[in-house]
């Protein structure tokens, strides 16, 4: 089963100093060439699609234990860490801000150099990013996507969005899920808002929405448009946040008839579709389900909420001697693997049994 899930982070201004973020690239890097040498990309992936587990790793390189700065540094340090090591087998693609959008061309540069075929991993990109954009419709505005990829085309994607009002970021992890539009997000990690009600297009109790959906959007636009306008006349029920005061049928028309003339065949086709964002999608599931009888899902994904110190000085301020010190250890255990000479990886697993929980 894919391991996906949601972290949610308060907001916090600043950046890691350049001490520090060198520190945490040296030791993101061995900590990846150690997790690499054991289990091979497969391992790595599995591990930051895993919430609990990045949430820790930031920990272990040292920034804030609890803000949504730990997201984008502890990504651009493994980058980074990564970026002039060859032979991985891995390319850490995307960032925050204006560098997330240049996820396409990275990932189709990496491709080129190693003759991998770009088109599918370009389209998971893209799709992971409109589903927790748009599909996902929980008050979050995705501002930081990392796409991650092994040469067999295997993948994981951590990205977190933001929400002004609450001061909150969330972080949404991915591995490359059988489907994009029904339950990618299988292990969740978050708080529930329960003064929000989430629009979730892609809970499995939405299939029957979806399907529909997908067939309006291969209807003449004037079918779905001529509903709305209809519904605007009717009181919605207190439990769905959808509103149809944010839908526009005039302005919606032109997207839905771009949508009509590519003819989406399923709901990750419908996804796939330029310009069809979040009130597209929020109009073909309104008519799926007032007009047609096939309920979204209100449904939060977000159920349950999962050294060196820290950057802040919380718990403690970084100990930088000792920080050296494990960044050292780790790469003369790395070394040593690779010289098959394996004592020292198996004290560390001997200490990690010892300190796991019984």
């Given at each position: ?9 308060p907001l916090h201004g600043g950046r890691a100093p350049r001490w520090l973020f060198e520190r945490m690239r040296a030791l993101a890097r061995e900590m990846a060439l150690a ?190 448009v001529r509903d709305l306008r209809r519904m605007r006349a009717l009181a919605m029920p207190r439990r769905h946040e959808v509103r149809l005061s944010d839908v526009d049928p ?109």
């Amino acid at each position: 089963m894919a391991r996906t899930g949601y972290a949610d982070l308060p907001l916090h201004g600043g950046r890691a100093p350049r001490w520090l973020f060198e520190r945490m690239r040296a030791l993101a890097r061995e900590m990846a060439l150690a997790m690499l040498a054991e289990e091979g990309a497969a391992g790595l992936l599995r591990r930051l699609a895993d919430p609990v587990w990045f949430q820790a790793f930031g920990c272990v390189l040292g920034f804030d234990w609890h803000s949504s700065g730990l997201t984008t540094t502890a990504c651009a340090a493994l980058k980074e860490g990564l970026r002039d090591v060859s032979g991985t087998g891995l390319v850490i693609a995307g960032g925050k801000g204006r560098t997330s959008r240049r996820t396409p061309q990275e990932i189709e540069s990496a491709c080129w150099t190693t003759g991998t075929d770009a088109a599918p991993l370009v389209l998971a990109s893209r799709l992971s990013a409109k589903v927790d954009s748009a599909a996902v419709q929980d008050g979050f505005q995705v501002y930081h996507h990392t796409f991650v990829f092994a040469e067999d085309g295997t993948w994981a994607v951590i990205q977190q969005g933001m929400c002004e009002a609450s001061g909150m970021a969330r972080r949404y992890h991915w591995l490359r899920p059988a489907r994009f539009d029904r339950d990618p997000h299988a292990a969740v990690s978050g708080t529930v808002d329960a003064s929000r009600e989430v629009l979730n297009l892609v809970a499995a109790e939405a299939e029957g929405n979806r399907d529909v959906s997908a067939a309006l959007a291969r209807e003449e636009p004037n079918v779905v448009v001529r509903d709305l306008r209809r519904m605007r006349a009717l009181a919605m029920p207190r439990r769905h946040e959808v509103r149809l005061s944010d839908v526009d049928p005039d302005r919606l028309e032109r997207i839905l008839l771009h949508a009509y003339e590519t003819q989406p065949m399923t709901y990750t086709d419908l996804l796939a579709v330029p310009g069809v964002g979040a009130k597209a999608l929020r109009a073909l599931s309104l008519v799926a389900e007032l007009t047609y009888g096939e309920p979204a899902s209100v449904r939060d994904p977000v159920s349950y909420s999962f050294a060196h110190g820290g950057k802040d000085g919380t718990p403690f301020p970084v100990d930088r001697a000792t920080y050296d010190a494990t960044i050292a250890s780790i790469e003369r255990a790395v070394a040593e693997a690779r010289l098959g000479r394996t004592d020292r990886v198996e004290a560390l697993r001997r200490l990690a049994r010892m300190a796991a929980p019984a």
